[in-house]
């Protein structure tokens, strides 16, 4: 079945570090693409998204581009803040159905 | 404009013990969705209810049940409670075949 594959946390990093969480995927036919995002308490926020090959979902300096031929999707930021450590989960939507399947999510720490 | 709410926010039973959970969706959406997150986990998927019916169902057993009343709000009742079923309960709502699908803030089940 589909499946989403994210790399482990958590990742540390200093305040205005690259960022790169990896995620590929595995579905059948063409699915569509999302980060959602969750901080300490809460439920989960939609961060960007990409519903076909090549594109490039774009939000708040993160992004990550639709990438067919790796089954990948992976987001970057170019400064991260420390308001950005949360976890970040990478999930799809594929077929005939619009049901969410995540990764296991990455949480994110940065540090002043 | 108000997002998704759920009610409670945070429940304690003890095995074997039903519990209803209730989510109100975003306004203008007619499609809710319940997952589950265990701690440390992405959510997964447990049914989605559209026109007050079950149109999907993940991988959960009959224990795990649901209902869609002609406001769209949702209710999720869960019967003969089980330790492994201490999680935090995500609704999502959407409209109709469309994404992306919007979280609330959960509630979190605990079972003792």
């Known amino acids: 079945g589909d499946s989403v594959t994210q790399m482990e946390g958590p990742v540390t990093l200093s305040e205005e570090a690259f960022l790169t969480i990896n995620c590929t995927y595995t579905?059948?036919?063409?699915?569509?693409l999302f980060w959602y995002v969750q901080y300490p308490g809460e439920g989960l926020q939609l961060l960007l998204k990409a519903t076909k090959a090549d594109d490039k979902g774009s939000n708040k300096g993160f992004e990550a581009t639709y990438r067919k031929e790796t089954t990948s999707f992976h987001l970057e930021k170019g400064s991260v803040q420390v308001s950005d450590s949360a976890v970040y989960f990478c999930?799809?939507?594929?077929?005939?159905?619009?049901?969410?399947?995540f990764g296991t999510g990455t949480r994110l720490q940065v540090f002043p | 404009d108000a997002g998704v709410t759920q009610s409670p926010t945070h429940l304690i039973k003890t095995r074997g013990q039903q519990v209803t959970l209730r989510c109100s969706p975003k306004?203008?959406?007619?499609?809710v969705s319940w997952y589950q997150q265990a701690l440390g986990q992405g959510p997964q998927f447990i049914f989605q209810?559209?026109?007050?019916?079950?149109?999907q169902r993940g991988n959960f057993p009959d224990r795990f049940s649901g209902h869609q009343f002609p406001n769209y709000s949702s209710e999720l009742n869960v019967n003969a409670l089980l330790l492994g079923d201490s999680a935090l309960y995500l609704c999502a709502s959407s409209l109709r075949g469309d994404q992306p699908q919007h979280f609330g803030d959960g509630t979190r089940l605990s079972i003792l």
């Open positions: 209810y559209y026109e007050e019916e079950e149109r």
């Open positions: 579905a059948t036919g063409y699915p569509s």
């Open positions: 999930a799809l939507t594929g077929g005939n159905t619009d049901k969410l399947i």
């Open positions: 306004s203008g959406h007619d499609t």
